[in-house]
């Protein structure tokens, strides 16, 4: 069964660091999303993509945060520089128009510790 | 605005029996989709079941059934006889708009289902 794959697992990173989480959704899937979880919560959009274009940025942090998706098909998610609220679980789904309830599939995350 | 609410924080249940977890949500749209999610310690999300507004019938998915009350915008999730795999963060969301479109999505705050042998 295809999955969304997401590297890496986890990640330490000291703050004023950069650090980059890489995601590379079901083939086929035009739409790709970067959520933020912080720990008891619900996950929260970052970005969204629908191929290579930007959809809605709206919640992200344009200062620290950047995220491409050049060939739609994988995408990046950078932070610069790191800050100790950045600590979260990074998720990435994508979705496909073809299916009618358009439910999002969703990659293991990267959990980042920021100390 | 569109928003979740799950009011309860973690719920317990028995081994073989059913449980209710309960999502109310807010929006003025007219067509929309709901979903619940579940999240085990693990950390991924997992895609358990789908209601569209115009829906007429509850959804069911195995053991996963979708209690939607249109007037009262509720839409709980039904769990029938609960494993002990069962045992994870369960999360509800909603999309506005209607089919075959991806639009983000919103979640709850989530509950913590405890599953006792």
């Known amino acids: 069964e295809a999955e969304v794959a997401q590297s890496p697992r986890y990640k330490i990173t000291e703050k004023s660091q950069a650090v980059a989480f890489w995601c590379d959704p079901i083939?086929?899937?035009?739409?790709l999303y970067w959520y933020r979880q912080i720990l008891g919560q619900g996950p929260e959009l970052l970005v969204q993509?629908?191929?290579?274009?930007?959809?809605?940025d709206s919640q992200l942090p344009k200062d620290r945060f950047s995220a491409e998706r050049l060939k739609g098909v994988d995408s990046t998610l950078k932070i610069q520089p790191a800050e100790l609220g950045d600590s979260a679980m990074y998720l990435c789904?994508?979705?496909?128009?073809?299916?009618?309830?358009?439910?999002?599939?969703f990659g293991p995350g990267t959990r980042l510790t920021v100390t | 605005a569109q928003k979740i609410t799950q009011t309860q924080p973690g719920m317990f249940v028995q081994e073989k029996e059913a449980v209710t977890l309960d999502c109310t949500y807010d929006t003025s749209d007219q067509s929309y989709g709901l979903f619940w999610y579940k999240q085990p310690s693990s950390g991924e999300m997992i895609f358990l079941i789908y209601q569209g507004s115009y829906d007429e019938q509850n959804a069911t998915e195995g053991r996963y059934s979708l209690n939607f009350q249109k007037a009262r915008k509720s839409a709980n999730l039904v769990i029938s006889a609960s494993q002990l795999g069962d045992s994870a963060m369960y999360f509800c969301a909603m999309r506005e708009g209607g089919v075959y479109n991806n639009n983000d999505m919103r979640f709850g705050a989530g509950t913590r289902l405890t599953v006792k042998p």
């Open positions: 993509f629908q191929d290579e274009s930007v959809v809605d």
């Open positions: 083939s086929g899937h035009a739409t």
């Open positions: 789904a994508s979705s496909s128009r073809d299916r009618r309830s358009g439910e999002q599939y």
